[in-house]
């Protein structure tokens, strides 16, 4: 039986501020694919796989504790560090057949975010707002199987952020989503231990073409318009990726790519229509 209590604590500091306090417990089972004793070989790619039954559940302790400052007459800016303390992670490494749960990793973040709608603007102006959020994140992971480091956890971004014009104004309202997330590992790939825990050379180290897999840092453009036409009938334009961001990987350095894919941008035109009270 797992016990996931949660507590959360507010505390009230000068007018229109607090800070708020957070724990609580998670859990992550395994997949049922991973869990059965299956064992599976690919001779044209050399590759074998096998289940492991004896897996156990990811255990999460989260840390949190956030500053609020409200703004007027509307608006919020925020500011927040977490702590995870995670235990039996379950990751998997193309190098060797995993046998079992592996030993714990910890995580730290740091955020702060920021919303604002600039009414105090005069005329046409007092209809544009912004929205804003920044997060840098470092974490670690202990004794990957095959190898002396402590890489970062898969798919953690250093560095994220968001960036969100608006305009509300009136019949319209109008949204420009501009996102980013630094490149991150996708998949553990590197080793310098051989099975029988004697160095092994790997040519370019880290950083070279046996290196971990990456994902390709991304920063996507997406906007949206909606014009109310009557009452509840609203005209709507939407665009994705404006920019034709690249999606793929690459392994151990951007000059070692995988994959690279583009998919071009996207373009939604349509009605919609809410049953509302309005006059």
Known sequence: MDVLPSVQLRFGLAQDSAIRVAFSRGIA???????????????????????????KPTHANNYDILFEQYLKPLGVIQGGFFYKQISDPIYSVDSIVASGPYSGFTQTQTCEAYQQHLTFLPGLLSGTGIAANYSYTNSKVDSVPLRTDSPPLQRQAPNSWNISPTYDRGRLLARLGISHNDANIFQYNYFNLNPDGSPAAVALGIKGPRGDVYLYAHTQVDAQCSFRVYHGLQFIVASLNLTNEVFGFYQGSPRFPIQREYYKPSYEFGLRYTHTNEK
């Open 29 to 55: 089972r395994p997949n049922f694919s991973d869990l059965p004793p299956t064992f599976g070989v690919d001779t044209s790619n050399q590759k074998t796989s096998i289940g492991n039954p004896d897996l």
